[in-house]
């Protein structure tokens, strides 16, 4: 790394940093503001907001991260434009690209970053937050339980009936179980007070349990009562029965996966949901790449009559990605357009609009302007 490149970096750190953390401050007098009469109500301590405010880290690091960066690299940008230090750096030499290769850098860092929160620990911030909001409210802790769940094992021709689940510990309060035929006649049925799963064994432990086999005609054949019973052999876990009522939005990129893969059987526009956001998880991410692609031709300028019409260029085209995004989103869970296109389509064409202004940049050329017919 050359002098050059840890200047340009110690400029860009400082506003990035007030940037980032301001963003963050933010959100977090906007959260408690909106949150304060619940957490009052519930009596709720110190540590419960730390344990609250702590589980939010990874939504938060993906959501400010590229709008930090955007600002950072305006303010820092403009800062050397007004300063004629940008001119300096081409007088010397330098091209605009390689001024920007450790900016270029600091995008690729971010955008990995960004991926490995993204990865799980964002959805699932998203999702325990108005679970933890309405335990708070409750005085209660937190649990991550589903009441009067019903799942369908469609390859073992399964089905589970069951009172309460809790995934955080494996375990299912007062269950039954339905094994049938391929005719739909049932054979065996399994019934419960508690059953919990063992991960290790890849097995079920049956608690309290009745055991019976039927005929065909519906003839009960064997019934007998134990009570531990112990099951090898089938492939649902707590996380499989519990996926089939979960919001996609809320799946890190493993569970996505498994749920695609265990229920492969479903109609193509019900997965379309579960497809487009495990392409988003990955592209996501790399809007702190295409942010650096937008920002920095428009922050680099040889007038000061250019700076601000840049600016507000450049955090325009920031919110227009960040619209496109959520709208092929949206197209792509409703099976409008293909899963991949709907999550990789707007960075791919504002990574290509960066790169086209770039060029204008680099080659000291005017960038093209908007024109509005009639004005």
Avoid at 197 to 226: C, F, H
Wanted: hydrophobic share 50%.
């Amino acid at each position: 790394m050359t002098i050059l490149d840890r200047y340009i970096l110690q400029k860009f750190a400082t506003p990035f940093a007030y940037c980032f953390l301001g963003f963050i401050g933010i959100w977090f007098i906007f959260d408690l503001s909106d949150n304060l009469p619940d957490f009052i109500q519930g009596h709720a301590g110190f540590d419960v907001l730390m344990e609250y405010y702590g589980s939010q880290i990874p939504q938060l690091v993906v959501v400010c991260l590229p709008i930090g960066l955007l600002l950072g690299l305006l303010y820092s940008l403009t800062a050397m434009s007004r300063s004629n230090e940008i001119i300096s750096m081409l007088g010397a030499g330098l091209s605009v690209t390689r001024i920007l290769v450790p900016l270029i850098a600091v995008g690729v860092l971010l955008s990995l970053v960004t991926t490995f929160f993204n990865f799980a620990g964002a959805p699932h911030a998203a999702a325990a937050k108005k679970q933890m909001v309405r335990d708070i409210k409750r005085g209660e802790k937190r649990t991550e339980a589903v009441f009067g769940h019903l799942f369908r094992n469609r390859e073992e021709l399964r089905t589970w009936f069951m009172r309460r689940i809790n995934i955080q510990r494996g375990k299912i309060g007062d269950i039954q179980i339905l094994q049938q035929n391929a005719d739909g006649d049932i054979l065996q049925q399994w019934y419960a007070r508690e059953a919990n799963y063992q991960p290790e064994m890849k097995q079920w432990i049956l608690s309290n349990a009745r055991y019976v086999e039927m005929a065909p005609n519906g003839d009960i054949t064997k019934s007998e009562l134990k009570d531990t019973l112990v099951i090898n052999g089938w492939n649902e876990t707590p996380w499989r029965i519990l996926s089939s009522v979960m919001n996609p939005e809320f799946l890190a990129v493993p569970e996505l996966e498994d749920y695609l893969t265990y229920n492969s059987d479903f109609p193509e526009k019900r997965l379309a949901a579960y497809r487009t956001h495990l392409y988003y998880r990955w592209a996501l991410p790399w809007f702190c790449l295409v942010v650096v692609f937008l920002a920095a031709p428009m922050g680099i300028v040889y007038s000061r009559r250019g700076i601000l019409g840049g600016v507000a260029v450049a955090i325009a085209m920031f919110f227009s990605l960040v619209f496109t995004s959520s709208l092929f989103v949206a197209l792509g869970k409703g099976q409008r357009i293909p899963p991949f296109i709907a999550a990789w389509g707007p960075v791919i064409f504002f990574f290509a609009i960066g790169l086209v202004l770039v060029w204008y940049r680099s080659t000291n050329r005017e960038l093209p302007k908007l024109r509005i017919p009639g004005l």
